[in-house]
């Protein structure tokens, strides 16, 4: 299940003129039946809601005063997370007849004109405020506090993550909360700008659009409006042309970024010892976590122990516990790695049984860990796992299976894997070791050279058959075409020694670049990014210009430097023919500065 809770607007939203309907009670009670939690976010004073809505109790929390306020419906308890509202300001806006005029807990509220009156005020008593509007409403809280803040706190306590809601809402301070949840939903009678933002607009207004959703999560989890959520897929790594793949973006310069969804898909990272399996992922593990998505790895050899955004268990000292495990990752902002090296070789599966069966659990309960990463994965699962009496969750995914044997993996396992990564010597003979596992044929592209059908793309045919360049993956989405080649994102720690290198590095003869000009009288070789800012700006106009026309900046920065999207903007510098001299070396130094130095 994707969606474990459903974050919801009050007024306009699940109310109508203060008031919520019965058949969206009964809605409300049949989504609570399907195991999934509810929030009610609302800009009404705590008291003003639990007179106005008598099923409050039906809510696991209610986030009320534009996200001040967490109340506990459970056992009444009430947290407020700013400060009381200031007396003078309070004084100073009745002494001026703004009325109404609401005083909560943290909040101030009053309605349109008057909020030239507390812009004003606020202004003259030199506070640190801000002013929220919500059709014809204005509300006054202390900066940082909002509905998205509020809901944040509120799915702390429950132990969710914002990756498992969806949130419905239909006005200017839904704005927030909706952008952190999973799925934003806007009702019929939503504010334009809402509309806009929402992945999903219902066809009913307020309480009818809040059930027609409430029906969609309880028969669907929403499955129909994946496609639309293409904004949480994560960076695998660029390719030089478009195809079918996971997921895109253009960046203009004649590549195309290749994403994966981060919900729904399960990879297997496969290649031989020394590949860079670990590192490409390390980097696609670094991404989900940056983007707030939870993993738990689990690490036979040890590989992973500098993943900084994970927690480490266990090591060669002390085998890891399973209850530490879910203790850690009980919490949805903590991510952990355990260590196998602790674990006898003959404990390991009884080991990874009790700790799946936990994970799954989990799963189950909260929809976290949302991915697992299984490194040497063919002795965790072997072909025999089954056999054993294990067996996988029903539709399983977030799985990332990284080995070097892919026949060596159970079948039951190979068969959920939607997207193949191969890396390495010979990829073609790694999808083809995997399409044989399934007693499938392998793609065309992963044929030997003489079998090459006559109109596979020839690069990507002829890094099937062995010419993979370090950092490079042969992916296979296996439902949306023919396998193509992809430069891999490396994780921050390969990419800051990369910064380094190319910056200020010492790159060989054969990788430096050399100022010669027009007539090659020169011969001043820059061998690093540094050098060739520093010799590009002491070179004469006619030398920088004949290299900068001739596009060997562009060339150099592509093939030696190894950087593309660099490669591109000097195109773009040397295709303008109105830049001077200078004005092209300004802006190439610029662009190397802003992506060398500042990083």
């Known amino acids: 299940m994707r969606y474990h809770a459903l974050a919801c607007d009050y007024d306009g939203t699940l109310a109508h003129g203060g008031a919520v309907d019965d058949a969206t009670v009964a809605a409300l009670t049949r989504l609570r039946r399907s195991g999934r939690r509810i929030v009610l976010v609302t800009g009404r004073e705590l008291e003003d809601v639990l007179r106005a809505f008598p099923h409050a109790d039906l809510c696991d929390r209610i986030v009320a005063e534009n996200g001040a306020v967490i109340y506990a ?162 960076l695998l790594g660029r390719r030089e042309r478009g195809g079918e793949h996971g997921g895109s973006g253009g960046n203009g310069a004649g590549e195309t970024e290749v994403r994966l969804p981060a919900y729904g898909i399960n990879v297997l990272l496969a290649g031989t010892s020394g590949s ?61 790695v355990v260590n196998l090296l602790g674990v006898g070789l003959g404990d390991r599966p009884e080991f990874f049984e009790r700790l799946f069966t936990a994970l799954d659990d989990l799963r189950a309960r909260t929809g976290r860990p949302h991915w697992i990463a299984l490194d040497e994965a063919h002795h965790l699962l072997p072909m025999d796992w089954a056999a054993a009496g294990l067996t996988l969750p ?85 439902s949306r075409g023919a396998p193509f080649v992809l430069a891999s994102e490396p994780p921050t720690a390969e990419r800051r020694r990369h910064i380094r290198k190319y910056a200020e590095g010492e790159l060989g003869e054969d990788k430096s670049f050399y100022f010669r000009g027009p007539d090659s009288r020169l011969n001043l070789r820059a061998q690093n990014l540094s050098l060739f800012v520093q010799v590009g700006d002491g070179v004469d106009d006619a030398t920088w210009l004949y290299h900068l026309r001739r596009g060997d900046y562009a060339r150099w920065l592509r093939e030696s430097i190894k950087d593309p999207p660099l490669a591109a903007e000097a195109e773009r510098i040397a295709a303008d023919a109105g830049l001077s001299a200078a004005q092209s070396r300004a802006r190439l130094r610029e662009a190397i500065e802003r992506r060398y130095t500042a990083a």
């Open 73 to 234: 419906p459970s056992t009444r308890e009430a947290r407020v997370l700013a400060g009381a509202p200031n007396a003078a300001f309070v004084e100073a806006l009745r002494a001026r007849g703004v009325a109404p005029l609401g005083v909560g807990r943290a909040i101030v509220a009053t309605r349109e004109p008057h909020e030239r009156t507390v812009i004003e005020v606020i202004r003259e008593l030199g506070l640190e405020l801000q002013v929220i509007f919500n059709k014809g409403a204005v509300m006054v809280l202390p900066s940082g506090v909002n509905k998205a803040t509020g809901l944040a706190t509120a799915l702390d306590e429950l132990r969710l993550s914002p990756h498992n809601v969806a949130g419905v809402g239909d006005a200017e301070n839904d704005h927030a909360f909706l952008r952190m949840s999973e799925c934003a939903v806007a009702v019929a009678n939503a504010v334009p700008t809402v509309k806009a933002q929402a992945d999903l607009v219902t066809r009913g207004e307020r309480g009818a659009g809040v059930v027609e959703l409430i029906d969609a999560l309880v028969t669907s989890d929403l499955a129909e409006l994946a496609p639309r959520l293409s904004r949480h897929e994560v």
């Open 276 to 336: 860079g399996k670990s590192t490409l992922a390390t980097g696609f593990l670094e991404r989900l976590t940056g983007a707030g998505y939870q993993v738990c790895v689990i690490d036979p050899e040890g590989d992973y122990d500098s993943f900084e955004p994970a927690i480490q268990l266990g090591g060669t000292e002390r085998a890891p516990l399973v209850h530490e495990v879910t203790d850690v990752i009980s919490r949805p902002g903590r991510n952990c």
């Open 394 to 478: 029903e539709q399983p995914s977030g799985l990332l299976l990284i080995t070097v044997h892919p026949e060596g993996l159970a079948r039951e396992v190979l068969a959920t894997v939607d997207v193949v990564l191969a890396v390495g010597a010979n990829p073609g003979e790694t999808l083809r070791a995997f399409s044989e596992a399934l007693g499938e044929a392998a793609p065309a592209e992963a044929a030997p050279a003489e079998a090459a059908p006559a109109d596979a793309a020839p690069a990507d045919a002829a890094a099937a058959r062995g010419e993979l360049a370090p950092g490079e993956a042969l992916v296979w989405w296996r």
